[in-house]
């Protein structure tokens, strides 16, 4: 059974950074991607970025290149989200999710999920 486990949320004010972390247990994950994605009260559930575990390749939404950056750590089964110079409008729960390679932005081809965890900027 596969699972997801998010950790690292909080409160932070702008300009400031967290780090989430995605803890991945069920199966090999070897020929998946992991993908962070992020959803604000009352807007649609978003892309953030996509990482393979094989090959490392990673894709950033538009809105987040340059801030954030997604990693991994083979051993720990476990995927980064470092999150910096956050603003006010990155406040969403953020959730881990997974699917075969290769990295999509389109959330309905993911097929497992976490709980999600909350990020909330103060300006």
């Known amino acids: 059974q596969v699972q997801l486990v998010e950790s690292g949320g909080g409160l932070v004010q702008a300009g400031g950074s967290l780090r989430l972390s995605c803890a991945a247990s069920g199966r090999t994950f070897s020929s998946y991607v992991m993908g962070w994605f992020r959803q604000a009260p009352g807007k649609e559930r978003e892309f953030v970025a996509g990482?393979?575990?094989?090959?490392?390749?990673?894709y950033y939404a538009g809105s987040v290149k340059g801030r954030f950056t997604i990693s991994k750590d083979n051993a720990k089964n476990t995927v980064y989200l470092q999150m910096n110079s956050l603003k006010p409008e990155d406040t969403a729960v953020y959730y881990c999710?997974?699917?075969?390679?290769?990295?999509?932005?389109?959330?309905?081809?993911?097929?497992?999920w976490g709980q999600g965890t909350q990020v909330t900027v103060s300006s």
């Open positions: 990482i393979t575990w094989s090959s490392g390749n990673t």
């Open positions: 999710a997974s699917r075969p390679t290769p990295i999509e932005s389109m959330k309905g081809s993911y097929d497992y």
